[in-house]
């Protein structure tokens, strides 16, 4: 596609994931992936992408509690072998939380968290797609599968994700609602003294709602 930006997938070094993935299921989605969920960091073992340390300039990711829908791969493309939304659901977690942490950049909105990542621009936000499915191959999390992968890394760097990643006013639609921080806490306790604390009325702490079922957990 005319004005993508060029990215050899083949040329990336593996990254490493200590840590642990859970992501429950909070509503439906649009045309692409499978709904709306929520990625839910373990404050035990909380997901960490560690960059590979080229030159001593390696550096780790950590996202924080945030809507995601996966790798927004539309239901028809799902069909193929590999074009799943949660195919490689560590590395899209890293991804979607670049795009979250850069668009409350560009409002002026970011927290301490956020700001960690505004050093990175959208052409490197593909090389550490690359660099995550990378990881995940070497860690036998998935099969080497170079034309998806390639495919994939491709796809997140065409115009229109470009000006997804500029996009303005976008930071505020991103904030997890009290009721999904509520859900998620009695899902994994512990995670809103990780995302900040629920407020409820009265000024105490929102009673837990009954324990919610995580669709999708990895640890490595």
């Not at 997901?47 to 590979?52: A, Y």
């Not at 799943?84 to 560590?90: D, E, I, L």
Request: hydrophobic share 40%.
């Amino acid at each position: 596609m005319s004005g993508s930006t060029s990215f050899d997938y083949f040329r990336r070094e593996a990254g490493s994931f200590p840590g642990s993935l859970s992501v429950m299921w909070v509503g439906e989605g649009g045309g692409s992936g499978d709904g709306r969920f929520l990625f839910v960091p373990d404050p035990r073992n909380p997901l960490v992408f560690k960059r590979p340390d080229r030159d001593g300039k390696g550096r780790t990711i950590k996202p924080r509690i945030m809507y995601t829908d996966g790798g927004s791969i539309p239901k028809i493309a799902q069909a193929f072998n590999g074009f799943s939304p949660w195919g490689y659901a560590p590395a899209y977690m890293i991804h979607d939380w670049l795009f979250v942490a850069h668009h409350c950049v560009v409002d002026a909105a970011a927290d301490a968290r956020q700001l960690e990542t505004a050093d990175i621009t959208f052409d490197d936000s593909i090389e550490i797609l690359g660099e995550a499915i990378q990881a995940l191959v070497a860690s036998r999390q998935v099969a080497a599968n170079d034309v998806t992968a390639s495919t994939i890394t491709s796809a997140v760097g065409t115009p229109i994700a470009r000006n997804l990643w500029d996009r303005q006013g976008a930071c505020e639609g991103s904030h997890v609602s009290k009721e999904h921080r509520s859900i998620a806490e009695s899902a994994i306790p512990g995670t809103s003294a990780v995302a900040g604390r629920v407020p409820a009325r009265g000024g105490g702490v929102e009673a837990r709602r009954p324990t919610s079922r995580i669709i999708t957990r990895v640890s490595f």
